[in-house]
């Protein structure tokens, strides 16, 4: 039997997972993310949790194929990490410093939206297709991209960085990236919430979403919108259709056979789902297909583990 090891690395916690090659978890845990030695630390704490853990299962490191890793930053092909300021990182090699600390076990590294993008191609929503694009709705908005079963991370490792794609002419308030008008400031968890406080203050209209005030969040928004709140819907719509029109320029330019929506977000379900893909269709009129291609993430939080996994068994 043979084995493969996906590491999520996230500014809080590390996420692990031991695999069979074929796709089974076997066990997944959490540990620190411990930043100090230039971001560096949380390696050595990863290679230490690994080994520990199949030294618990019986696994020799030998009948191990290899370990893929998800880091929250541009990787571009070779492994180089200019910038990950969540973790710490600059211009660095995390996958080659985590293999050393493995005494020279294969360790491949991907961003971790476009790793977790591989996961539900491979054992989530996507499973059976060969290209996805994967959307996270959380407090930003997170893409990744895999054609032909392959991530595409680009030049620059800035592939799939769909969060930051320019959608609103003359936005007065920057994003976090430095631009002005990107997606994430409309239709991330906080860009709905955003877009709902402009909704009710260009308007007198009764809203039930005014007794939320300023701490509105986007559950408070799709909770409104689905019970019909006038406002509640404009502003949903507005983050959605804003959503589906970057959504339409991928579909033109890559062709996937589904987009896969998660993040916290995306717990309004299919009214979300339905909606974004009403919108692409009115957007997309050349791409003749009916099945419904805008789906809800089945892996939840597990998604970059399994990418990550899936990661360390490719050629």
Same mark, same amino acid.
């Given at each position: 039997?043979?084995?493969?090891?996906?590491?999520?690395?996230?500014?809080?916690?590390? &996420?692990?997972?031991?695999?069979?090659?074929?796709? $089974?978890l076997l066990e997944k845990w959490e540990i620190k993310t411990r930043k100090g030695e230039d971001g560096r630390q949380f390696i050595a704490?990863?290679?230490?949790?690994?080994?520990?853990?199949?030294?618990?299962?019986?696994?020799?490191?030998? %009948?191990?194929?290899?370990? #893929?890793?998800?880091?929250?930053?541009?990787?571009?092909?070779?492994?180089?990490?200019?910038?990950?300021? *969540?973790?710490?990182?600059? &211009? +660095?090699?995390?996958?080659?410093?985590?293999?050393?600390?493995?005494? /020279?076990? @294969?360790?491949?590294?991907?961003? !971790?939206? *476009?790793?977790?993008?591989? #996961?539900?191609?491979?054992?989530?929503?996507?499973? /059976?297709?060969?290209?996805? +694009?994967?959307?996270?709705?959380?407090?930003?908005?997170? #893409?990744?991209?895999?054609?032909?079963?392959?991530?595409?991370?680009?030049?620059?490792?800035?592939?799939?960085?769909?969060?930051?794609?320019?959608?609103? %002419?003359?936005?007065?308030?920057?994003?976090?990236?430095? /631009?002005?008008?990107?997606?994430?400031?409309?239709?991330?968890?906080?860009?709905?919430?955003?877009?709902?406080?402009?909704?009710?203050?260009?308007?007198? @209209?009764?809203?039930?979403?005014?007794?939320?005030?300023?701490?509105?969040?986007?559950? *408070?928004?799709?909770?409104?919108?689905?019970?019909? %709140?006038? =406002?509640?819907?404009?502003?949903? $719509?507005?983050?959605?259709?804003?959503?589906?029109?970057?959504?339409?320029?991928?579909?033109?330019?890559? !062709?996937?056979?589904?987009?896969?929506?998660?993040?916290?977000?995306? @717990?309004?379900? !299919?009214?979300?789902? !339905?909606?974004?893909?009403?919108?692409?269709?009115?957007? =997309?009129?050349?791409?003749?297909?009916?099945? @419904?291609?805008?789906?809800?993430?089945?892996?939840?939080n597990d998604a970059g583990i399994y990418g990550a996994a899936k990661l360390a068994l490719e050629e």
């Open positions: 039997m043979k084995y493969c090891v996906g590491v999520d690395v996230g500014g809080t916690t590390v &996420k692990l997972g031991i695999f069979e090659a074929e796709g $089974r704490d990863t290679a230490a949790s690994i080994r520990e853990h199949l030294l618990q299962h019986g696994i020799a490191e030998s %009948d191990v194929i290899g370990a #893929g890793m998800g880091v929250p930053g541009p990787v571009v092909a070779n492994g180089y990490v200019e910038l990950c300021p *969540n973790l710490g990182l600059h &211009k +660095c090699y995390p996958a080659k410093e985590l293999s050393e600390a493995l005494g /020279g076990m @294969k360790v491949e590294i991907g961003n !971790d939206a *476009n790793v977790a993008a591989l #996961g539900e191609l491979w054992q989530g929503a996507g499973k /059976g297709h060969h290209s996805i +694009c994967m959307v996270t709705l959380g407090t930003g908005v997170g #893409g990744g991209l895999v054609n032909e079963g392959r991530m595409i991370s680009g030049v620059h490792g800035a592939g799939g960085e769909i969060g930051h794609m320019h959608v609103v %002419d003359d936005e007065p308030e920057a994003c976090n990236c430095g /631009g002005h008008g990107c997606l994430e400031q409309y239709a991330s968890a906080t860009g709905i919430a955003r877009v709902a406080r402009r909704k009710l203050a260009e308007t007198p @209209k009764p809203s039930a979403m005014r007794a939320f005030g300023e701490h509105i969040s986007a559950k *408070n928004v799709c909770d409104c919108a689905k019970e019909g %709140d006038e =406002t509640a819907l404009l502003a949903i $719509r507005f983050s959605m259709q804003k959503l589906a029109l970057i959504l339409s320029h991928v579909a033109l330019g890559t !062709d996937p056979k589904l987009f896969v929506i998660g993040g916290g977000v995306s @717990k309004a379900g !299919d009214f979300l789902t !339905d909606m974004i893909q009403t919108y692409l269709r009115e957007l =997309t009129p050349l791409i003749k297909d009916d099945s @419904k291609n805008v789906v809800l993430a089945e892996l939840g």
